[in-house]
């Protein structure tokens, strides 16, 4: 499935998407190729009174990140101020 903005693209691109099963390894390549970066926020790493939605959500940004480590040897790291995580060799 190609999903694209309302000119036809996103950003200058257009996206094609499908299961993590399903994607092709040339195209995890060529999708990955680009800096991949996970921005977080301090809710995410300490618990913030009145802020457990968010949080939560952000706490998922993390793992997410931490699991895709796994995935490859060397692909994702965490970048300085422990707030964020970036794929690495770009």
Known sequence: ML????????????????????????????????NVVFVNAAPGLHAVPRWSAYAASKAALTELADSLRTVRDQSVSRAAGNSACTRRGT
Request: net charge negative.
């Open 3 to 34: 999903v694209t903005g309302s000119t036809g693209a996103i950003g200058s691109a257009v996206v094609e998407v499908a299961s993590v099963e399903e994607t092709p390894a040339p195209l995890w390549t060529e999708t990955l190729a680009v």
